[in-house]
């Protein structure tokens, strides 16, 4: 389990437990009138059947104890709304607890075990049920199973063996498609050095960090100020600092497809397993300012320096249905260099990106990554002969159910070349002649490499497994920003 930092913001956008189970049969091989009851504390609504893809947003926090009922291989079994609830869950042995609170106590119902016939009493937990919870206690990424053992009766509800189960058991033939913005407000801080400052801005005109702080609503903000240390094995030793904030306005894309999935059939409602499309990614708007001043004695192999940690498990009300995202975002600085170069480099970027993994039946899964960025005016000065290039970046990853399905790097760079002494101020993008003082020659360049990786664990949408991680590849692009001759 992640041992997770101290909360410097408030909780997460949903903290509360919601999930699926279904009551069906404890003996598979058998169906029954009780096995096809709805639960006894849903509500009498279910998700219709009708060719409408389901609704996909964020979870209102108002939804703390809503919860939701399918029953997978029975008529009628669709998703829909109950107050069953995961109590606890230990991550080691698969076991969880699960209550069932009736309307107007505050206590678990009874339980109770499987009738003598092997059918489920309605509205308790039975083997074949599917869980879809979002962060509880024991499962603070969320939980994704179904039930292979009813083993008795707690004080707090019945205690159930599971085992790991995958999103079309849940969705089946359904459509869903949508993206959701996090909750800056959301997010876990862990800081990594001294002077880092986070800051965030939300409906409400409600905001958090340095006073003064302006970050556009939704936007998520780290501001860091810090010495860089002399690399090993560098030619000299340097005395350079670093400053800049990096802003971003995260969101998550979810989608899922349920070509792949048959009718129900008339006399069990089995649905053929696995989606038709499918896909899960990371998007959002980004601004980076930052400085870096000083003699940077680097190496040609780049230095990372991260100095943020930032996590969230945002829960998706697909339909009905509680899907836990987890995100984790780890902000950093990068130097590299060759010689003993002295610079002063200052860049502002603004644009935005996309990095994701999509599947079709055709072509299985295959990454998304783009990314358009724009340089504001840059200032630079590059002292003696040598290179350095310097990049304020972030990396992101973002999985469902605590399993991480994909793995994005995003990191804007300053690259300069200089074989003498150069100054230059570049107005970009403006046409106008650089106002350089210099002896010798140099170049200026901006960039930024978008890279990452598909993981196995993108299977949870039951899809064929991934055999071994899959590279986005690396979305690479630099523009000269300014060069000359003295």
Not at 285 to 299: E, M, P, V
Not at 300 to 310: E, M, T
Not at 317 to 325: E, F, K, L, R, T
Request: proline residues 7%; aromatic residues 4%; neutral net charge.
């Amino acid at each position: 389990m992640r041992k997770r930092p101290s909360r410097a913001l408030v909780p997460a956008l949903a903290a509360s437990a919601l999930f699926l189970a279904a009551g069906c049969s404890a003996d598979p091989g058998q169906s029954s009138a009780a096995a096809r009851t709805p639960d006894a504390g849903a509500s009498a609504t279910t998700t219709a059947n009708s060719d409408q893809p389901l609704a996909v947003a964020a979870a209102p926090a108002a939804a703390a104890t809503s919860t939701a009922v399918a029953r997978p291989g029975t008529v009628g079994g669709k998703a829909r709304k109950t107050s069953l609830k995961v109590k606890s869950y230990d991550s080691h042995t698969r076991r969880a607890v699960i209550s069932a609170v009736a309307k107007g106590t505050s206590s678990p119902s009874p339980t109770g075990t499987p009738t003598p016939a092997g059918t489920a009493t309605p509205g308790r937990t039975a083997v074949g049920d599917v869980i879809a919870s979002a962060p509880a206690p024991g499962a603070p990424d969320g939980l994704l199973a179904k039930v292979t053992k009813v083993i008795g009766e707690t004080a707090d509800g019945t205690e159930v063996q599971t085992a790991p189960t995958t999103l079309d058991t849940l969705l089946g033939g359904d459509d869903a498609k949508g993206t959701v913005p996090v909750d800056p407000a959301s997010f876990d801080v862990e800081r990594l050095l001294p002077d880092v400052k986070v800051s965030w801005a939300k409906t409400g005109d409600i905001h958090s960090g340095p006073e003064g702080t302006k970050v556009p609503l939704g936007s998520l903000r780290v501001d860091v100020a810090t010495k860089v240390a002399t690399a090993e094995g560098a030619p000299a030793s340097a005395d350079a600092s670093v400053s800049g904030f990096v802003q971003v306005k995260p969101e998550v894309d979810f989608s899922y497809g349920g070509g792949a999935s048959t009718a129900a059939t008339a006399s069990t409602g089995s649905t053929a397993s696995g989606p038709g499309a499918a896909y899960l990614g990371i998007s959002g708007d980004w601004t980076s300012q930052w400085a870096l001043k000083g003699r940077a004695g680097a190496t040609a192999k780049p230095v990372r320096l991260p100095f943020a940690k930032l996590h969230a498990d945002p829960v998706l009300q697909v339909g009905p249905i509680p899907v836990v995202v987890n995100l984790d975002l780890t902000c950093y600085f990068e130097i590299s260099g060759d010689g003993r170069v002295t610079v002063d480099v200052e860049q502002d970027l603004k644009g935005d990106f996309k990095a994701g993994g999509t599947f079709g039946t055709a072509a299985g899964w295959t990454p998304v990554n783009e990314s358009h960025m724009d340089s504001s005016p840059v200032r630079t000065s590059v002292t003696t002969a040598g290179s350095v290039k310097a990049a304020l970046g972030a990396q992101a990853t973002v999985g469902l159910y605590g399993a991480v399905g994909v793995t994005a790097d995003l990191a804007p760079y300053l690259r300069g070349e200089a074989a003498g002494t150069v100054t230059a101020t570049t107005p970009v993008g403006s046409g106008t002649k650089s106002d350089v003082a210099a002896s010798g020659s140099w170049a200026l360049y901006g960039g930024l490499d978008l890279s990452g990786t598909l993981q196995i664990q993108l299977a949870i949408f039951g899809t064929p497994v991934i055999q071994h991680a899959i590279p986005l590849g690396t979305l690479h692009r630099e523009w000269k920003l300014a060069d000359g001759k003295m």
